[in-house]
C-alpha cells in the first residue's frame, strides 16, 4: 500500500511537471510575440492557455482523490496541499502570458514605439525566479525556495521604474499613449508572475520545512 501511494505522489509530481513547463513556455511565448509583434505566436499562447486550465483540473482531482484514499503522514500531507496551491499559482501564470498576449493583439492597432523600458529583462528575472522555485520544488530545496523570495524585490523595482517612466511618456507624447499603455500592463503582468513565483517558494518551504513562511514571516523556522 506504501509503495502504491508513493507511486501516486511521484505521478502527481510528474503531472505539476509537466504543467510547469507548460506554463513557463507561454510566458516565453508571449513576451517573444511582444518583441517581433507577432500575433501567431500570440494563438499559441492562447492554445497553451487552454491545455493548463485542463491540466490544472486534472491535477487537482489527482490531489483530491489522494487525501480522500490515503492517510498521508504528515510530511506528506504537505506534498499534496503544496501541490494544489502550486497548481493554482501555474494556472495564474498561464493567465498573465494570455493577459500578454492579449495586449500584444491590441499593440497591433498601433505603429511600433521604441519605449524607454526593458520588458525582456523583467521578463527574464520573472521566468527565473518561476524555474528556481520549480527546481527547489524538485529537489526538496528549501534553502533554494529562501533564494527565491529575495529575488522579489529586483521584479519589483522594475515594475516600480517602468510605471513611472511610462506614466511620464504618456504626459509628455500623448500620441504614444496606447502603446505606453498596454506595455506599462505587460510589465505589471511579469511582476504577477514573480508574485506566483515567491509563492511556489514558500509552498516548498511549507512542505519540508512545515513553515507558513507567507509574507515571509518565520524564515528560517525548521520542522
Known sequence: MRIRFQQNLDDLKEKLLVMAGMAEQSIQRAVEAYRVRDLSICDLVDRGEMAINRLEREIDQMALDLLAMEQPMAIDLRFILAVIK?????????????????????????????????????????????????????????????????????????????????????????????????????????????????????????????ADVRHHAGLGAKG
Request: proline letters at 3%.
Open 86 to 210: 502550486i497548481n493554482a499559482d501555474l494556472e495564474r501564470v498561464g493567465d498573465s502570458a494570455r493577459a500578454i498576449s492579449d495586449r500584444v493583439r491590441e499593440l497591433q492597432a498601433f505603429p511600433a514605439a521604441d519605449l524607454p523600458i526593458d520588458i525582456p529583462r523583467t521578463a527574464n528575472l520573472a521566468g527565473g525566479m518561476v524555474r528556481k522555485a520549480l527546481q527547489a520544488f524538485i529537489e526538496g530545496d528549501a534553502d533554494m525556495a529562501e533564494k527565491v523570495l529575495s529575488m522579489d524585490d529586483s521584479v519589483d523595482k522594475l515594475n516600480s521604474s517602468a510605471h513611472l517612466t511610462l506614466l511620464a511618456l504618456m504626459k509628455k507624447e500623448p500620441t504614444l499613449a496606447a502603446q505606453a499603455l498596454n506595455a506599462l500592463m505587460i510589465s505589471r503582468a511579469l511582476e504577477r508572475v514573480a508574485d506566483h513565483a515567491t509563492n511556489i517558494a514558500e509552498d516548498v518551504i511549507f512542505w519540508v520545512r512545515g
